[in-house]
């Protein structure tokens, strides 16, 4: 056992040398499933029993016998997986993980702003709390959201990402009421520096996920989820790719093609913002501490529970036959 923890994690106790061990020892004992999004780092990523994005996550989490969830993601999702399982113990490395989309749509101002619209039925991005979709008629991740919305008849409010909402007005030539929220990562690419990047790899081609700004999107040759996009430079013939989209589905990329050249696609000079702060907030040191004190756990009141799982169940109803990695499309 070593040394005193990190000003990060204000937790007490000594924390062992050897995380890794101790964390899959603990894993055991706690007989717990770790979850881990695909843009964690990757160290964290290497001891999850799944990676995967939202909506994967969401049905891992809601399918597992275990008793306790570690969920190495933002808030938003693990709040999620809370909601789908209200039996099982849902613990996070740092409860401080938010998210610019999620925290950028609070609860009670879109239900005044809905007052604005009836008869709208109400689509909402997971990327939004536990009170946006008690709100919501049916929850979407970026994934499902094309096939959902074919499923649902305009007039449409589409909630909280206003670049994922166009690239969807786009796909199915609709016009839907949209919330004007972006996501702090993705809405950072640089278009100008991706286009020199593309200029001094010739042979590279640009792939984007859809909560990047359209500005970047018209230069993609495929869009599509975190997965389609694995997905696509794995069965893809094409040798190179830019990826815009959060640095850590790299990881997953270079294990599951290593033959490929991955170039992170930049943002502005003198700027990391191609990497997530909140997901980046989870530490193997604060997994540990999760597991080991089953702390910070995620309680979601009996009633706002209910009414946010409504519109979870609907989007898990009308993607119940989808693939878990559905491809995206070209822009
Ligand atoms: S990458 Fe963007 S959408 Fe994803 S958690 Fe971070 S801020 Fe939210």
């Given amino acids: 056992m070593g040394s005193a923890l990190s000003p990060a994690g204000a937790r007490t106790g000594p924390i062992p040398l050897d995380l890794?061990?101790?964390?899959?020892?603990?894993?055991?004992?706690?007989?717990?499933?770790?979850?881990?999004?695909?843009?964690?780092?990757?160290?964290?990523?290497?001891l999850a029993d799944f990676v995967g994005d939202s909506l994967e996550l969401a049905r891992r989490g809601k399918e597992s016998p275990?008793?306790?969830?570690?969920?190495?993601?933002?808030?938003?999702?693990?709040?999620?997986a809370k909601i789908l399982s209200p039996e099982k113990t849902v613990v996070v490395p740092d409860l401080e993980a938010g998210c610019s989309l999620a925290d950028g749509?609070?609860?009670?101002?879109?239900?005044?702003?809905?007052?604005?619209?009836?008869?709208?039925?109400?689509?909402?991005?997971?990327?939004?709390?536990?009170?946006?979709?008690?709100?919501?008629?049916?929850?979407v991740t970026s994934s499902s959201a094309e096939v959902i919305l074919r499923q649902?008849?305009?007039?449409?409010?589409?909630?909280?990402?206003?670049?994922?909402?166009?690239?969807?007005?786009?796909?199915?030539?609709?016009?839907?009421?949209?919330w004007p929220g972006t996501c702090v990562v993705h809405e950072t690419f640089s278009e100008r520096r991706i286009l020199e990047l593309?200029?001094?790899?010739?042979?590279?081609?640009?792939?984007?996920?859809?909560?990047?700004?359209e500005v970047v999107l018209r230069h993609a040759s495929f869009v599509g989820?975190?997965?389609?996009?694995?997905?696509?430079?794995?069965?893809?013939?094409?040798?190179a790719f830019v990826v815009a989209t959060e640095e850590g589905i790299l990881h997953q990329m270079k294990r599951a093609a290593p033959g490929k050249e991955l170039i992170a696609a930049p943002p502005e000079d003198g700027c990391s913002c191609n990497t997530c702060p909140h997901m980046k907030r989870n530490t193997l040191e604060k997994l540990y501490l999760a597991l080991r004190d089953l702390s910070p756990a995620l309680e979601v009141p009996d009633a706002?529970?209910?009414?946010?799982k409504r519109s979870i169940d609907r989007m898990l109803e009308m993607t119940a036959g989808l693939s878990l990695t559905p491809v995206g499309g070209r822009s």
Avoid at 66 to 80: D, L, N, Q, R, Y
Avoid at 152 to 178: C, G, H, M, S, Y
Avoid at 200 to 212: D, N, S, V, Y
């Fill in 20 to 46: 890794e061990e101790a964390i899959l020892r603990l894993k055991a004992e706690r007989d717990a499933l770790i979850l881990a999004h695909y843009y964690q780092e990757s160290e964290v990523q290497d």
């Fill in 198 to 213: 593309l200029a001094a790899h010739p042979g590279a081609r640009l792939i984007a996920h859809p909560e990047c700004d």
């Fill in 105 to 139: 749509c609070p609860a009670p101002l879109f239900a005044e702003w809905l007052k604005r619209y009836p008869g709208h039925t109400v689509v909402s991005y997971i990327n939004c709390s536990a009170g946006v979709k008690a709100l919501s008629d049916v929850i």
């Fill in 304 to 308: 706002l529970r209910l009414r946010a």
């Fill in 66 to 80: 275990k008793p306790v969830i570690a969920f190495c993601g933002v808030h938003f999702m693990a709040e999620t």
């Fill in 152 to 178: 649902i008849p305009d007039p449409v409010v589409f909630a909280p990402d206003r670049n994922l909402a166009a690239w969807l007005e786009k796909r199915l030539q609709r016009t839907f009421v949209v």
């Fill in 225 to 239: 989820s975190t997965s389609a996009l694995l997905k696509h430079v794995v069965t893809s013939d094409h040798p």
